[in-house]
């Protein structure tokens, strides 16, 4: 059993262990609302000190990288959308309205083509946003090709992160158990 350190108790939310089976790595985690530091036992107060530091900064600029930069309003959500095809999709109509919607079951995105309206699963919030952007890419798609065609697809290539977007996708459905279907007609690009 690993030896907690003393220094705990001068940083609130950080718990520090020492390990005599530890011989150079340092290694930290959350654990609940706290962070766990892993040391070598042998370290001394002062490289303690500094490690922590270091490994707490780490941490943190891990997490910010990982946290979502999507829009968290329907009006930024719509933006997005409007920036995303005039890169990708200029030919494409603008939408009426672009919202985010409670988590759809066996979907990220629907749009209704006739109504010119997309809706975007809240799931997709705490996604990278490059993934969001292809969900927004496809859906746009939709307002000019309402099928899953050859038409489409080409149109939804124009995302250069398509593919890339579509395997991610895949493998967070099938991680949490969810019933999102990949789209069983799309095309590998070529």
């Known amino acids: 059993m690993p030896d907690v350190s003393s220094e705990e108790a001068a940083r ?7 390990s005599a089976r530890r011989r150079r790595t340092v290694t930290a985690y959350r654990e609940g ?13 002062a490289d303690e000190q500094h490690w922590v530091r270091e490994m707490l900064r780490r941490l943190e600029r891990g997490e910010s990288r990982r946290r979502s930069r999507a829009p968290k309003s329907d009006a930024s959500l719509a ?8 890169r990708h999709l200029p030919e494409c109509p603008a939408p009426a ?11 990220w995105a629907s749009c209704t083509p006739a109504e010119g309206t997309i809706r975007v699963s809240e799931r997709l919030r705490d996604m990278p946003t490059w993934v969001l952007d292809y969900v927004l890419v496809h859906e746009l798609a939709h307002l000019l090709v309402p099928g899953h065609g050859e038409d489409f697809w080409r ?20 991680a949490a158990g969810l019933a999102i279907e990949p789209d069983e007609d799309a095309p590998i690009a070529g």
Not at 12 to 18: A, K, M, T
Not at 34 to 44: D, E, G, H, K, T
Not at 156 to 167: F, K, L, N, T
Request: glycine share 6%; hydrophobic share 45%.
């Open 97 to 107: 309205s672009v919202r985010w919607v409670r988590p759809m079951r066996t979907r």
């Open 155 to 174: 149109l939804v290539h124009r995302y250069p992160r398509a593919e890339r977007a579509m395997g991610f996708l895949q493998g967070v459905s099938a």
């Open 33 to 45: 609302d706290r962070v766990v530091v892993l040391v070598p036992a042998r370290l001394s107060a």
């Open 12 to 18: 609130p939310g950080v718990e520090v262990r020492r």
């Open 79 to 86: 933006e997005r959308a409007a920036d995303l095809a005039e």
